[in-house]
């Protein structure tokens, strides 16, 4: 069964770092992964894309908001993928969602269930 499992997250105070990381499991589904991405979300507010890589060739791309601050990268053989955050800002404040599109696929299809992380000022 497909899966995507974040972990990581927390409460910490503005200029602090995090790292979050996404385990896949279940195949065929990780043979199958095209690209993968965080997402962050806010009450009252849309869905946004915070970071994504194409899962074979590492290419990557970030939202304006966190250029410069986090990194995503990936291990292929864990089937794992992370969140380096660094000069966290309370703006930063979201549950974070790992999310994971497979070939063929406009959308992302399998996200997890989602971490809490809490920039206090």
């Known amino acids: 069964q497909a899966q995507l499992v974040e972990s990581g997250g927390g409460l910490v105070q503005a200029g602090d770092s995090l790292r979050l990381s996404c385990v896949a499991s279940?195949?065929?589904?990780?043979?199958?992964?095209?690209?993968m991405g965080w997402f962050r979300q806010t009450p009252g507010k849309e869905r946004e894309r915070v970071a994504v890589?194409?899962?074979?060739?590492?290419?990557?791309d970030y939202a304006d908001s966190v250029k410069g601050r986090f990194t995503i990268s990936r291990d292929s053989r864990k089937n794992t993928m992370y969140l380096q955050m660094n000069d966290l800002r309370p703006e930063d404040t979201a549950v974070y969602y790992c999310?994971?599109?497979?070939?063929?696929?406009?959308?992302?299809?399998?996200w997890g269930q989602g971490i809490q992380v809490t920039v206090s000022s």
């Open positions: 999310a994971a599109r497979t070939w063929g696929r406009d959308d992302y299809n399998y």
């Open positions: 279940g195949r065929p589904f990780t043979t199958y992964i095209q690209t």
């Open positions: 890589i194409l899962w074979s060739a590492g290419n990557t």
